[in-house]
């Protein structure tokens, strides 16, 4: 099946502080989210982003498809943005659009 | 819009019990997902259906492990009899063709 990598594992970050995650999968796909898990365990949507550039505030992410990469950006970072960033995948190969989850990013924002 | 709703939040039972999962999904969406979480890890795909009918259970580990989805809407897991191994949150997810999957908040289970 599909294999996502995600790095950097860890991060810690001042408050105001930018930060890049990234997200590797090993073959086509025809979805990709990303989602924040909060303290409580919630898994949050952040994007639906299987192609190009999207932004929601403070977020944005950018998916290129065609060398199989996501990158999740975080501007000007806050303490509620602690917590871990999943991404996921759906391969094209994959029936129903099953989707594979990363080991996460584990971010934390120090005040 | 009303998001997927699980019961219980929390459960804690003894190794060798049974225990059930309840999952309502958005409505009008036709893909429901049941996923593992073990602490520190990604979650993992048990189980998906497309209406009432399985596309993927490659991952469910069918001797213990049960689920279905009446009528298509509506969705319960079963454990029986519960490992000490099985202790997770247990994620159940619902998506529309095209669009994204939405979470619910999750079954936290402790097998003591």
């Known amino acids: 099946g599909i294999q996502v990598e995600q790095s950097p594992p860890d991060l810690i970050l001042q408050e105001g502080a930018n930060s890049t995650l990234r997200c590797n999968f090993s073959d086509s796909v025809n979805n990709l989210q990303w989602f924040h898990q909060n303290p409580w365990g919630q898994l949050i949507n952040l994007f639906y982003?299987?192609?190009g550039t999207k932004q929601n505030g403070r977020l944005s992410a950018t998916t290129v498809a065609t060398e199989r990469y996501s990158l999740l950006y975080i501007s000007s970072s806050q303490t509620t943005d602690s917590g871990v960033y999943f991404c996921a995948v759906a391969g094209v190969e994959a029936a129903g659009n099953k989707l594979t989850f990363g080991g996460g990013t584990r971010v934390l924002v120090k005040p | 819009e009303a998001g997927v709703a699980q019961s219980p939040r929390y459960k804690i039972i003894e190794k060798r019990q049974s225990v059930a999962f309840w999952c309502n999904p958005i409505?009008?969406?036709?893909?429901l997902y049941w996923y593992q979480q073990i602490l520190g890890q990604g979650p993992k795909l048990l189980i998906q259906?497309?209406?009432?009918?399985?596309?993927?259970d490659s991952q469910l580990p069918k001797d213990r492990f049960s689920a279905e989805r009446l009528k298509g809407v509506d969705s319960t897991l079963k454990i029986q009899p519960a490992k000490l191994e099985d202790s997770a949150v247990y994620l159940c997810a619902s998506s529309l063709q095209g669009f994204g999957a939405f979470f619910g908040q999750g079954t936290r289970l402790t097998v003591v």
């Open positions: 982003i299987p192609s």
């Open positions: 259906f497309q209406n009432n009918g399985v596309v993927d």
């Open positions: 409505s009008g969406h036709a893909t």
